[in-house]
């Protein structure tokens, strides 16, 4: 069948309704005081025109009538939809814009330097930044669409709509500084409506408003955000049914690629945007998690959950993937604002640089397990299926192998004792039921211990030395136990340093110095200054279940501190000076470890000097205070 198309419009096109309900109940007059009737003559301007130039609302000149088959007819149909479709949401677009310019910046501008402030002016730039300059732009575009596209001159076989996108898509490039601005107002309004409950109500009773049509300001805001990227998609629907002989395929070509470009940019934006989202819900789901999550250059890479297999039990983990931290945490059930979010208990934070992913093949036990290895915690897990296992073992070798290389880059590393230091995976309890060295079984006297070199489990005779976990990033060095094995490669290797001196005991010889000064357990005996003791009587006191400052024996009723200044094993009276840090008094008082001695027949201990006689001398604690400040 054909047709002769002599009338400007297609007969019989219809438009399916657009999901914008929510704000047609806007009145037209309140749309009318963002585009007045002037805005014709801007957007003439606007577009390079004469706004004096009617020649616009003047008809088109006559052409001979196109004869126009069955299909050529629909395809223009649908190019008349694109375009009405265009104008739709446009008008929406605006109503949108106006809410925000007509509800809410009044309302909370009114109150800046009131009683009853809702936010200070500064709060409200940052939040709504520049849409202000973007509302004209839109008017403007939305009065060259209705020109076009609503006047009785409207033709989808000859009318162009290119032009209007490729003049104006320069003024889109305004949304750079919203969309930039964008994530810092959601955290603002984040910050303010926890801080400030008044403002919280302002949120609650504007969605109430009919012109809100139940949603909350952080729903507008992002409108903006999304309107780039939809000209791009209706520009290229329009496009679509565009024909080459149309007189508007080349202008309209251009628009849509000037648009993408746009677009693209924004896409990039909004992508950050959601993670951003994102991070922001796992930092209020973790309980206990005290840091800011949201840092420059982290990127969320992953999350799910695995199970991990613990010393005792297995038990249920979120692991959440960083781009240069790993966080894991133990799901609970309580949810937290209302919705269904889930909400974790945070247990550790590893860092991802000197870590490695190992792969654990499958056993009777256990299938789909791949281990993490770092320098504060290494652990086994395992995932549902092998598909999982291998996407989770992509991600964390992809973020190691990217944070190696940008070390490597830097050239700024410097090898250190934490390079030669990886925590070992424990085995679990159930797997071994007497000590791995001495093979005696577990009791309820011999107890279980694990060795925080290698992991494995042993009883508390084979595991009687430490050693120091060298200082990581924000974790300081600790003192761990280590089975005598591991304790003795320690000490061969000279990587690590040990916490527990040698078997033998340390002859002193007199160091050279000028005052004396003396610590005794024992203060109701004081020696006197002329008195002194031989060197060949006091010894470095070196038993691991005795204090080694007063000799005091360890235990239950006198637990044992280790100094992390000295590595020493002292009581809890002899660090009784830095609680927070259990250093041992001598540290404290900043004494070497070379001019301490032990007296043998235990009691106390004193600094040894070798100026005059050569005497050790004691003060009691009345003199402690003037004699450091003397020294």
């Not at 109503?95 to 925000?100: C, E, F, H, N, S």
């Not at 305004?174 to 919280?200: C, G, H, Q």
């Not at 024992?522 to 006197?528: A, F, H, I, K, N």
């Not at 927070?580 to 000097?609: L, M, R």
Request: charged share 25%; aromatic share 8%.
């Amino acid at each position: 069948m054909f047709a002769f198309l002599t009338s400007p419009a297609v007969v019989g096109v219809t438009s399916e309704p657009l999901d914008t309900a929510r704000f047609d109940s806007l009145p037209k007059e309140e749309f009318e005081t963002v585009a007045p009737p002037i805005g014709r003559m801007v957007a003439r301007l606007a577009i390079g025109e004469d706004p004096d130039d009617e020649m616009m609302d003047e008809p088109p000149p006559l052409s001979p009538p196109i004869m126009l088959d069955e299909a050529q007819l629909r395809r223009l149909a649908k190019r008349d939809h694109a375009a009405k479709e265009i104008l739709s949401t446009e008008k929406h677009y605006n109503r949108v814009l106006i809410v925000i310019q007509k509800v809410f910046l009044p309302r909370l501008r009114s109150a800046v330097g009131r009683t009853g402030e809702i936010l200070d002016k500064k709060a409200i730039d940052e939040i709504f930044s520049n849409i202000e300059d973007i509302m004209p732009v839109n008017a403007m575009l939305l009065e060259l669409l209705r020109d076009k596209i609503e006047s009785r001159h409207w033709n989808p076989a000859t009318s162009c709509l290119g032009e209007i996108f490729m003049k104006l898509a320069p003024f889109l490039k305004m949304y750079s500084t919203y969309y930039a601005n964008f994530s810092k107002a959601l955290a603002v309004i984040s910050d303010k409506m926890s801080k400030r409950p008044a403002f919280e109500r302002f949120l609650k009773d504007m969605a109430r408003l009919p012109e809100c049509g139940g949603l909350r300001l952080d729903a507008f805001l992002l409108e903006p955000i999304q309107r780039i990227p939809r000209y791009k998609m209706l520009l290229e629907e329009l496009m679509k049914y565009t024909d080459p002989e149309h007189p508007d395929f080349e202008k309209l070509n251009k628009a849509v690629n000037i648009v993408s470009q746009v677009a693209s940019q924004m896409n990039e934006k909004v992508r950050l945007h959601e993670m951003f989202l994102e991070m922001l819900n796992i930092q209020r789901s973790l309980v206990g998690f005290n840091e800011v999550l949201l840092m420059p250059g982290r990127r969320l890479v992953r999350s799910g959950p695995v199970t991990k297999i613990c010393r005792s039990s297995n038990q249920v983990r979120q692991l959440i993937l960083f781009t240069d931290i790993l966080i894991y945490a133990r799901p609970i059930s309580t949810k937290f604002g209302g919705d269904d979010s889930p909400l974790f208990y945070y247990k550790q934070k590893i860092y991802l640089d000197r870590c490695s992913v190992a792969d654990v093949p499958d056993s009777e036990s256990y299938s789909n397990t791949f281990q993490i290895i770092g320098h504060q915690k290494s652990f086994s897990v395992f995932v549902d299926s092998p598909a999982e296992k291998a996407k989770w073992m992509r991600a964390i070798q992809s973020v190691i192998a990217e944070l190696e290389e940008c070390r490597r880059s830097l050239r700024t590393s410097v090898v250190g004792e934490s390079d030669f230091f990886q925590a070992p995976v424990w085995v679990p309890n159930q797997e071994r039921s007497n000590c791995k060295l001495c093979s005696g079984e577990f009791t309820l006297l011999r107890r279980r211990h694990h060795c925080r070199k290698c992991g494995g489990i042993v009883c508390s005779s084979c595991s009687s030395k430490s050693f120091v976990i060298p200082a990581f990033k924000d974790k300081p060095r600790q003192v761990a136990r280590a089975c005598d094995t591991c304790f003795e490669a320690i000490l061969n290797d000279g990587v690590l340093k040990p916490a527990s001196p040698p078997l033998s005991a340390l002859s002193l010889n007199r160091p050279e110095s000028t005052e004396p000064f003396e610590r005794r357990r024992d203060r109701s005996s004081v020696l006197s200054t002329t008195s002194t003791l031989s060197l060949s009587r006091a010894s470095v006191l070196w038993n691991y279940e005795r204090c080694s400052l007063c000799g005091d024996s360890l235990g239950l009723t006198n637990p044992k501190r280790y100094c992390p200044d000295c590595n020493r094993t002292v009581c809890l009276g002899c660090s009784s000076k830095s609680p927070k840090t259990h250093a041992c008094d001598a540290c404290f008082y900043n004494i070497p470890p070379s001019q301490v001695v032990v007296f043998e027949s235990g009691g106390g201990w004193s600094s040894a000097f070798g100026g005059g006689g050569g005497g050790l001398v004691d003060h009691n604690d009345e003199d402690d205070d003037d004699a450091m400040a003397a020294d």
